[in-house]
């Protein structure tokens, strides 16, 4: 198990940036993959970027363009970079370390984008 930290979370308006990080508690080496997940009120959750363990990346189609991930094995940290920011990305931003088995998450930090 691993315990993960979000930052980096806040308010922004429409078309600003904010760069969110994880930070984990061991090696994230060892993880399959690494991935931001968002979830808004009344929605479920969703896959927003995923980075796998040698760097592929895969991104929602939504945020494709807009969105950047990227990891740094040496700090046990993966930041997702967000620009051209939407109302509609407004949702609680969750870290997830994924293995074949199991997933787990961090605690979630807010992002809200005022139009």
């Known amino acids: 198990q691993v315990q993960l930290v979000e930052s980096g979370g806040g308010l922004v308006q429409a078309g600003g940036s904010l760069r969110l990080s994880c930070a984990a508690s061991?090696?994230?080496?060892?993880?399959?993959?690494m991935a931001w997940y968002r979830q808004a009120p009344g929605k479920q959750r969703e896959l927003v970027a995923r980075?796998?363990?040698?760097?592929?990346?895969y991104y929602a189609d939504s945020v494709k363009g807009r969105f950047t991930i990227s990891r740094d094995n040496a700090r046990n940290t993966v930041d997702l970079q967000m620009n051209s920011l939407k109302p509609e990305d407004t949702a609680v931003y969750y870290c997830?370390?994924?293995?074949?088995?199991?997933?787990?998450w961090g605690q979630g930090t807010q992002v809200t984008v005022s139009s």
């Open positions: 980075i796998t363990a040698l760097s592929g990346t």
């Open positions: 061991r090696s994230i080496f060892s993880f399959s993959s």
């Open positions: 997830a370390a994924v293995t074949i088995v199991n997933t787990d």
